[in-house]
């Protein structure tokens, strides 16, 4: 059963905003449906803000001591706290303090797990939505409980940086084809199973589950930090004030680099209702940024975009999107399970045979690693969260 329009939209911000601005067309039987404007959007501009049907911090975020709402993904920890953390210095004071979000005042656990939140509001959501049923009271911290199993058992698959990048997608894969699955399968059933959700447990409804969120997923990050450094760009300062303030970011940057490497936010991921009609383009028309320091996720115009067009995001980051286009659709077809048909790749199809050294590369490293992708496991996958 087709979504209705108000379905696609009813977890956005601004509902009426966004209806006024954008509407969701089927396309074809191949791309499926698109998000297409309805009114002409400048550049810079944010096209909607929107909520996650169901968002998640990855594992391993606890076991490196990233602290972060279990609702909202929000930083629990102060930016100061945070620098201290991750340059490995505990005396450090930052300046303009006053300028951190964070609300330690405000933050609650729960009473029976003691999962923490940033606010009541969130801990309330949580429990409405899902907390009750996943919260493990004191047994918390029992390695045999079956959610905490299912955890280990992820873990133990999905190594840090846990992100949405192509090398989580190649160790989702992999873990298909080494037969891990059934394994996750029957320890997710241990834990979740109810009769009336019976469909998900079957081996088919786990693949198609398994496939959905590794195609729809989106990459959450969420910095206390970074929130503060963009506050402080804002500031108005002397040059000589700026100048020191900026050094300061610059050597503290540095000093983190040196002691944590480039693991800087909490990061989870989330199912984005509206953004997973959003088809790909290797010259995108938006993207998605989430700079309220928690799960809402922000689409903004990277170009303008006129009335009736369509409104395309990239799959890919910035760096990927310079290789050759064969590089692009390989990326593409292994991890997204379609070949791309943007005006950039149809421009470049006499291309589909050249790569770069760089290139030949990075694929002689996947290959190594993952030798069998979706299409030969034939994992129904489709494109949209709701068709």
């Known amino acids: 059963m087709a979504a209705s329009q108000d379905d696609m939209l009813s977890f956005c911000v601004d509902t009426t905003k966004v209806c006024s601005c954008v509407e969701v067309r089927f396309i074809d039987k191949v791309k499926g449906k698109g998000l297409f404007a309805k009114k002409a959007i400048k550049k810079g501009d944010t096209i909607f803000v929107e909520r996650p049907l169901v968002s998640s911090q990855f594992l391993w975020n606890s076991q490196y001591k990233y602290k972060a709402c279990e609702y909202c993904l929000s930083a629990l920890e102060t930016a100061e706290d945070n620098a201290r953390r991750l340059s490995g210095n505990p005396g450090l004071s930052l300046p303009h303090t006053e300028l951190c979000k964070v609300r330690p005042e405000l933050h609650q656990a729960c009473p029976q797990c003691q999962v ?30 079956p959610v905490n199993k299912l955890k280990d058992a992820w873990r133990s698959m999905h190594y840090p940086p846990e992100t949405s990048s192509i090398m989580l997608m190649a160790r989702m894969v992999a873990t298909v084809k080494q037969g891990h699955l059934t394994l996750l399968q029957t320890l997710f059933t241990t834990a979740l199973y109810d009769d009336h959700l019976n469909m998900w447990f079957t081996p088919e409804g786990f693949r198609s589950l398994f496939a959905l969120v590794g195609t729809n997923g989106q990459g959450i990050g969420t910095s206390s930090l970074s929130q503060w450094v963009h506050a402080c760009d804002a500031l108005e300062l002397t040059s000589q004030q700026r100048e020191q303030l900026d050094s300061f970011i610059d050597q503290l940057y540095k000093d983190i680099e040196k002691e944590t490497g480039d693991f800087l936010n909490c990061e989870g991921s989330g199912l984005f209702l509206l953004q997973s009609s959003c088809n790909h383009s290797c010259i995108p028309k938006a993207e998605a940024s989430f700079p309220n320091n928690n799960f809402l996720l922000h689409l903004s115009a990277l170009s303008d975009i006129s009335p009736g067009e369509e409104i395309c995001i990239s799959y890919l980051d910035c760096c990927q999107r310079d290789r050759s286009c064969h590089s692009r659709q390989k990326i593409l077809r292994e991890n997204y399970l379609f070949v791309c048909s943007c005006p950039k790749c149809v421009s470049q199809m006499d291309e589909l045979d050249l790569t770069s050294s760089s290139d030949d590369m990075e694929e002689e490293i996947t290959d190594e690693k993952v030798t069998q992708w979706p299409e030969a496991l034939d994992l129904p996958v489709e494109k949209d969260l709701v068709t």
């Open 116 to 145: 923490m939140y940033c606010s009541n509001e969130c801990r309330q959501a949580a429990a409405d939505q899902y907390h009750r049923a996943l919260c493990l009271g004191h047994s918390q911290e029992d390695p045999d409980h």
